[in-house]
């Protein structure tokens, strides 16, 4: 006696042979569609059944997206005239050249420099941007993470800023032809500077 065909079944489909699998019947509804590629700034949804792990990106799914030498460069002297400009001038002014005294007025200019430089740090280490990296659209993030350092790491970060200085400035160069464009001391606390869209 014969059964009749069930629905989706080719009636007149061949049998496998001995010792060979029946092909595998969708299952209900309609097949699956490959995942879609997800958006920027939105966090990674998980494949669908019988889909391969999507591969990680670094820093929250933004590929290549390392800061260039030249923004990190002008970041950093806009930076330089904004915490450099008023101290430098009242520690020149507050530094007698002939008897290398120093007046009130020059530890008041290096008081301001230690408060912008620390100020500086807060702002790494909680937004990632310092105004000179906030008009070039960069920012210093966690390379594990890719979020803000926090206040600890950007100060950490900013006294190995001395590794950078030697030899011969070979540090602030690096970024140059490193694969991730990280000076010296982005490497050491693992930070790394991206382009922020």
Not at 35 to 55: D, I, R, T, V
Not at 113 to 140: E, M, S
Request: hydrophobic share 35%.
């Amino acid at each position: 006696m014969s059964h009749p065909p069930q629905p989706g079944q080719n009636p007149y489909a061949q049998q496998p042979g001995y010792g060979q699998q029946p092909p595998q019947q969708p299952g209900y509804g309609y097949p699956q569609q490959p995942p879609q590629q997800q958006g920027y700034g939105y966090p990674q949804q998980q494949p669908g059944y019988g889909y391969p792990q999507q591969g990680g990106v670094p820093y929250g799914g933004v590929p290549n997206a390392y800061a260039g030498w030249g923004s990190r460069v002008a970041a950093r002297i806009v930076d330089w005239l904004i915490i450099g400009v008023v101290p430098g001038i009242l520690m020149v002014s507050g530094l007698d050249i002939q008897t290398g005294e120093q007046s009130p007025i020059y530890y008041l200019g290096l008081l301001l420099a230690l408060a912008g430089g620390f100020f500086f740090a807060y702002l790494v280490g909680t937004t990632g941007q310092t105004p000179g990296r906030k008009l070039v659209n960069i920012q210093a993030v966690k390379e594990s993470t890719g979020q803000p350092m926090g206040f600890g790491l950007a100060i950490a970060r900013y006294l190995l800023d001395i590794v950078n200085y030697l030899p011969c400035l070979v540090g602030y160069l690096w970024p140059l032809w490193d694969a991730k464009k990280q000076t010296f001391s982005d490497k050491i606390v693992g930070s790394i500077v991206i382009r922020k869209d």
